[in-house]
C-alpha cells in the first residue's frame, strides 16, 4: 500500500506551507497557459486525437471533442478518441472501487458509441505514473498525430502533467486545451481588487447576473461527426482494444457489493439524462426537502458530474428548459426549487476556480494554512468507531453507514460526520477526506477537499438531526438497533432513555461528549493557530 492510500497520521504526506505559497504564486495555470501560447502554429493536419479524461467521460456536449471533431471534418483527416488508464495513478489519488467501476463501465459506453460514428476509442496502460505523458507522447508519435484536444483538468499533478505535454510534443503535435467543466471559466471571477473570488455568497451573485446576461453559456456543443467508411477501414487497426480494469486495490468487497452498486449508479450518459429528467419532476419541492436525508430528494448526478459523464453545461440547459426557457434562476424569478438547486450546483464552479487558483488545495493542504499547526489526537478507537458508523451519535452513525453501503452520502451528512470526525474526536481531517476518497462514487478532489476544509463550525448532530431528520426516518433506516425507539429519544437514546432501556438496543454509548469536546476543539484552533505564521 502506497503512503498516499493509507489513513495513519503520519502517512498522510504533505508539503510544507512555505512550499505551498510558493505554488500559489506561481500558478501551475499560468505556466500552462503560457506553454501553450508559445506554440508555433500547425496548419499540416495528419491525425487528430481527442485525450479523455477522468472527468470528461462522454461524447455529448463535450468541448474538446467537437473542436477536435471540427477540425477532422473541415481537413478530411482521421479522429482517433484516446485513454490513458494507470492503475498506480488512481491509487495514488485514491480512487474508489465504486468509482473505478463506474469510470470503466462509462468508457466502455463510449467506446461503443464512437465506434458507431467509425471513430476509435484507443486505451493505453501505464505502470508507472510518472510516464503517463511519455506513454501518450509515444503513442501520438508512432500513428503521426498532429493534433490532440482536451478538456482543462484544474488538480495540480493534472496541470503539471499538461505541461509537460506541451513541452515533450514539441512542434510535433499541436495541443489544445479547452474550459469544460464549468460553465463559467475559472479565474474569471474575480473582487474588485483584480483577486479571485472566494466567498461563495457574492460569487454565486455576479453568477448568477453573468448567466441571466449571457444565456448561450449553457448552449450545448454538437456531438462528434461521423467518419467515413474509407477513413475507418484505415483505422481499422485501432479498434477493439479492450476497456481498462479496476486495479488490485480497486476491487468490491464481493460480487454482491458490485450489483448493489452498479444497480444504484449505472453508469453512462443516458442514465445521468434519465436521472435529470426525474429530478425536473420534483425539483418544486427541492428547497424545502433538500436537507432532509430521509427524502432523497436531492438529484443524485453528483457521481454523473464528478466523471463527466453528464455536464454542468447540459443540466443548467435542462433546467432553463424547465425554467420557460429563461437562464434568469435568481430568487423569485425562477420556479420553484430552481434557485435552491442552482445554487448547489454553483458551489462545483467555485470549487474548480479555488483549485485553478489555490493550488496547494490539492497538496494535502488546508485553504486557510493556519489550520496546518493544529495538533490533531491519535484517537484509534475513535477513528474506526467513525469510519464503521458506532460513535453512539445516531446521525453520524447513520451517515456513514449510508457511505459504507451506497458509495454515497446525503450532503447534509456530509458536514456532519466531517466536523464530528476533527472538531469532536480531533483527528486529522485529512484521514477523513481520504476515506471518502476511498470510499465515494462522487468523488472529486475539488468538492472534498474544500468540503472538508476545517473551520470552526462545530455541527451538533443531536440539534441536527432533530432539525433535518425530524421524524427520525433516516436514523431508522441506516440504524435499525434504533428502529423501534419512540419520539425524541431516536436522536440521543444514551441521555433520553433509562439504563435499561439503552442498554436493550444493543447500541453502542457515544465515544465522547459532544460539549466536552466543542470546548476541547475551540482551545485547540485558538491556542495552536494562534500566532502562527504559514
Known sequence: MSKRTAYDRDELGHTTTKRAKEV????????????????????????????CHPKDMRIQDNTALHHASELTQSSKKP????????????????????????????????????????IPFVFLECEDRRKIVPT??????????????????YEIDEMRRDIKLVKQVGNDVHVSIYHDQTVVEPGTMLTGSGKPMKVFTPYFGKWLDIVKAEP?????????????DKIAKELKDLFGTKPPRPGKDKQFKDEEDRKRIRRLWPAGHKSGVKRMVAFLNQIKNYKATRSNPAKDSTSRLSAYFSAGMFSVREALQKVSDYNGGSSD??????????????????????????????????????????????????????????????????????????????????????????????????????????????????????????????????FNPVSQAERN???????????????????????????????????????????VNWKQTKQRCMERFKNDMSGVEP
Not at 504564486?25 to 493536419?45: F, I, R, T
Open 329 to 458: 434562476f435568481t430568487e423569485g424569478r425562477s420556479k420553484p426549487g430552481v434557485y435552491s438547486w442552482v445554487r448547489e450546483i454553483v458551489f462545483r464552479e467555485l470549487y474548480r476556480q479555488t483549485t485553478m487558483t489555490t493550488p496547494h488545495t490539492s497538496m494535502n493542504l488546508p485553504q486557510n494554512l493556519k489550520f496546518d499547526f493544529v495538533q490533531w489526537e491519535d484517537d484509534e478507537e475513535g477513528w474506526k468507531k467513525w469510519y464503521k458508523g458506532t460513535t453512539g451519535e445516531p446521525f453520524i452513525d447513520a451517515g456513514m453507514r449510508q457511505l459504507n453501503h451506497e458509495a454515497y452520502m446525503h450532503n447534509r451528512l456530509r458536514m456532519n460526520v466531517s466536523s464530528y470526525l476533527y472538531c469532536n474526536l480531533l483527528l486529522d481531517y485529512r484521514r477523513g477526506e481520504r476515506y471518502f476518497a476511498e470510499t465515494l462514487i462522487d468523488w472529486d478532489l475539488s468538492n472534498n477537499t474544500q468540503g472538508w476544509e476545517p473551520s470552526y463550525t462545530v
Open 79 to 118: 479522429l482517433v478518441g484516446l485513454y490513458l488508464h494507470c492503475a498506480a495513478d488512481e491509487s495514488w489519488h485514491g480512487t474508489s472501487p465504486a468509482r473505478m467501476d463506474f469510470m470503466c463501465e462509462g468508457l466502455a459506453i463510449i467506446q461503443k458509441e464512437l465506434k458507431e460514428l467509425n
Open 24 to 51: 500559489d504564486e506561481n500558478l501551475p495555470y499560468h505556466q500552462l497557459k503560457e506553454a501553450l501560447g508559445a506554440q508555433e502554429e500547425k496548419n499540416d493536419v495528419s491525425m487528430v486525437a481527442w485525450w
Open 136 to 153: 501518450a507522447v509515444d503513442w501520438m508519435k508512432e500513428h503521426k498525430v498532429s493534433h490532440v484536444f482536451s478538456n482543462y483538468e
Open 216 to 228: 448561450e453559456l449553457l448552449d450545448l456543443r454538437p456531438d462528434p461527426k461521423k467518419q467515413s
Open 469 to 511: 431528520d425530524p421524524d427520525g426516518d433516516y436514523i431508522r433506516k441506516w440504524v435499525p438497533e434504533l428502529k423501534d425507539v419512540k419520539g425524541k429519544a431516536i436522536f440521543a437514546p444514551y441521555e433520553r432513555l433509562s439504563k435499561e432501556e439503552f442498554e436493550k438496543l444493543g447500541y453502542p454509548k457515544p465515544h
